[in-house]
């Protein structure tokens, strides 16, 4: 199950906005879906707007693959497994009749739980996955020639299995992120590098993580956080990667119904940890712990800067009826608040939203979650069935009472296409007729990622310098390179006091 917010890209009616108050923990609202009785692969095109689903068949598998957009908004699925390993899948942006065009064969090596990122020049690296001990470059196209490199840190972060067909690895799904110098961040299992992404060359090997493994399937979160851009724009003030959760190294072997006679679901972990990874000397630093252990939990940007963990479990890991005790509790996680102010538990849910669970952020600001299953089949006479229903939540800033002085983008009146460093407008409006004042406003730019087994691939939320705001008028400044925000679509927010209104797609570049 995966998701991608290039597949709900219409935008829908604005909501108002305005001042913060004290919230009451939001619920969730839950939509009942139909299962489909077609065989094998489907994608699902979900329109937000008004809940309507458009069915497309793939070919080959595309089971734990995994994808990026192209600078032209396309989707990209890379891999899969079987004849999917090496195929490479588009599904064009401006056609919701149009089937994924798919080339087979693609790819340098085989790619089943591996990770994209774009590049600052709109390729994406496509980085590991199951005896793939390597990283290759993809553009935005069907027709290349496999650019591929060796990297032998994805060996040596790989468990090593205990026999045929007895896979444990702890090194799948890695967490990738663009750094603002055009190189990339790769963490596997517990170890993480600085990576030359065209040559493959590993400029710095940063001190290990410790406490456990926080990658397929121990599967823990991560996330880079927001990049907010200094006053003259010309760097972000902070880069800092976050991890979150995860297992014991061998919590999969305790567990998983090959290398184990007995099932023990060892207890997922809690704590989290933070790097500065442009810094010199950077190293793990302990953040405040989550009030609850998860694995196979989803981390998103929400468009106030904040973050919320949602879905999972608090024993096992990954895999199939390899974890029990779900965690219905989503976490708004604040990481520049107070150490001890970080996490704050909102209202839970009642659907365990495990393996093969996700989630996305909608240009409304709600999160749309869905998905979750454990087995190998459809399989629903268990504790833990499989999960047809989806869910939207409402983080705290949709409260009602903050509606009659919610913002609205005029979008006929604000810039939809951004040029690296370059200014541009966004008009606001409200019902009650406010004056939005500098100082009270933040603009955020979110990059959709492809979310999928607890990692939103491509994800990075962008805070650009406003320069001045007039009659309702804001005047900020693009990144200014691909190198901060790759070429490509993204949702603009803008806040006043903490409260986003609904977004806008623009193109970047």
Request: proline residues 10%.
């Amino acid at each position: 199950m995966s998701v991608s917010l290039r597949l709900i890209r219409k935008n829908t009616h604005n909501i108002k906005t305005s001042k913060v108050s004290p919230l009451k923990p939001p619920k969730f609202k839950q939509t009942k879906l139909q299962p489909s009785c077609k065989p094998f692969f489907w994608t699902i095109i979900y329109i937000h707007v008004n809940v309507t689903l458009c069915f497309r068949q793939l070919s080959g598998e595309p089971w734990c693959s995994s994808g990026n957009l192209w600078p032209n908004g396309n989707l990209m699925a890379t891999g899969g497994t079987f004849t999917g390993v090496k195929t490479v899948r588009m599904l064009p942006k401006d056609n919701l009749n149009a089937n994924f065009i798919d080339r087979k064969g693609a790819l340098g090596d085989n790619r089943w739980y591996a990770t994209n990122q774009v590049l600052e020049d709109g390729r994406a690296i496509v980085v590991g996955g199951r005896d793939a001990f390597s990283v290759e470059v993809v553009p935005p196209s069907l027709d290349f020639k496999p650019m591929r490199f060796d990297l032998p840190f994805l060996k040596e972060t790989c468990t090593p299995p205990k026999g045929l067909y007895r896979f444990i690895e702890n090194n799948l799904y890695p967490f990738v992120y663009l750094l603002p110098d055009g190189n990339v961040f790769i963490f596997a299992n517990d170890r993480s590098i600085h990576l030359n992404p065209l040559t493959g060359k590993i400029i710095l090997e940063y001190p290990r993580l410790p406490g456990g493994s926080r990658n397929y399937p121990a599967s823990g979160v991560s996330a880079i956080l927001p990049l907010k851009m200094s006053e003259d724009n010309s760097h972000p003030l902070n880069v800092e990667v976050v991890v979150c959760g995860g297992n014991k190294p061998d919590a999969f072997e305790m567990v998983d119904a090959k290398p184990a006679q007995q099932k023990v679901f060892v207890p997922a972990l809690r704590d989290c940890h933070r790097i500065h990874p442009m810094v010199n000397g950077a190293k793990w630093e302990p953040e405040q712990d989550m009030p609850t252990p998860r694995v196979m939990g989803d981390m998103l940007h929400l468009p106030t800067g904040e973050l919320i963990i949602l879905n999972g479990a608090k024993k096992g890991v990954a895999a199939w009826e390899n974890a029990i005790d779900p965690n219905f509790t989503p976490l708004i996680y604040s990481p520049f608040k107070p150490m001890g102010q970080r996490f704050k538990e909102m209202h839970p849910t009642t659907i365990a939203r495990m393996y093969h669970s996700s989630a996305a952020l909608l240009p409304d600001t709600k999160i749309l979650v869905v998905g979750s299953n454990p087995h190998q089949f459809y399989t629903f006479n268990v504790p833990y069935p499989t999960e047809l229903r989806a869910e939207r939540f409402l983080p705290p800033y949709l409260d009602k009472a903050l509606n009659k002085d919610r913002l609205e983008i005029n979008a006929a009146c604000t810039d939809k296409v951004l040029k690296y460093g370059a200014p541009f407008k966004v008009t606001v409006t409200f019902k009650s007729k406010i004056q939005l004042k500098l100082g009270e406003a933040k603009v955020t730019i979110l990059y959709p990622p492809f979310t999928t087994h607890g990692f939103s691939q491509n994800q990075r939320l962008i805070v650009p310098p406003i320069k001045k705001i007039e009659n309702n008028v804001i005047t900020a400044l693009a990144p200014p390179s691909g190198k901060i925000a790759p070429p490509g679509y993204y949702v603009l927010f803008v806040n006043r006091l903490g409260v986003p209104g609904q977004g806008v797609w623009v193109h970047i570049d």
